[in-house]
């Protein structure tokens, strides 16, 4: 089925632990984003790519850091996790300003 | 820098109601605004695109409206029923070349049977 796939689902994590957070998608899309969701706010933000090779920072990317070897394939990495970053984290895909597919979301707890 | 605001926070309506869920936004010069809906514990799933040049989008009992030179845009939902119970959320991409999304902290809607 076309679409986003996050990897893994749920994850609890320890204070300085990391963890590598995995996006795919198969529809060729250029645009990948990676989101964070908090309770009773919006979606923020954290790391976005343009193409293959290319990341930039969003609005809350410190923490975090990304890579996209591959044009399917947008990595989100946590390299000392902290509690401020538990969150539901969530990987979106789009045409060129249209037909955002977003993934059902990885849910993070850091203790 | 763009800010998206939604009001109300949270609504609850009977079934059957027609209802108005509001969108506004401080940077007019945007791409697009999107309306998502989101179930609990569920990812976004998409519900209507208004282009910057357009005015309004309709799906089925929906409809949603953009002023860009206000800055709003609204969704309206039309004979409401339980199954629309969730969040609803409004983004928007600026004309930079990163069409990534600023979105709202959506509205929480509750229709009761």
């Known amino acids: 089925n076309a679409g986003v796939t996050q990897t893994p689902k749920f994850r609890v994590l320890k204070t300085g632990q990391s963890m590598t957070l995995l996006c795919a998608q198969d529809m060729n899309h250029e645009y990948m984003y990676w989101y964070r969701q908090d309770p009773g706010m919006g979606l923020r933000l954290i790391h976005y790519?343009?193409?293959?090779?290319?990341?930039a920072k969003g609005e809350v990317p410190d923490g975090y850091n990304v890579s996209r070897l591959k044009k399917q394939n947008f990595l989100l990495g946590l390299e000392s996790a902290a509690p401020s970053q538990t969150s539901v984290y969530f990987c979106?895909?789009?045409?060129?300003?249209?037909?955002?597919?977003f993934g059902s979301g990885t849910r993070l707890t850091v203790v | 820098k763009q800010e998206v605001t939604q009001i109300p926070a949270a609504l609850s309506v009977p079934e059957g109601e027609n209802l108005v869920l509001n969108c506004s936004f401080t940077?007019?010069?945007?791409?697009?605004l999107q309306w998502f809906r989101q179930d609990p514990g569920k990812g976004l799933t998409s519900l209507l695109l208004i282009q910057s040049s357009q005015r309004e989008q309709t799906s089925g009992r929906l409809n949603a409206s953009l002023d860009k030179s206000s800055g709003r845009s609204t969704l309206y939902i039309a004979a409401s029923q339980p199954g629309d119970s969730a969040t609803y959320l409004c983004?928007?991409?600026?004309?930079?070349?990163?069409?990534?999304?600023?979105f709202g902290s959506g509205t929480r809607l509750l229709v009761r049977p």
């Open positions: 790519s343009v193409g293959e090779g290319t990341t």
């Open positions: 940077d007019s010069a945007i791409y697009n």
């Open positions: 983004a928007v991409s600026g004309v930079d070349s990163s069409y990534k999304l600023i």
């Open positions: 979106a895909s789009s045409l060129q300003g249209g037909g955002y597919t």
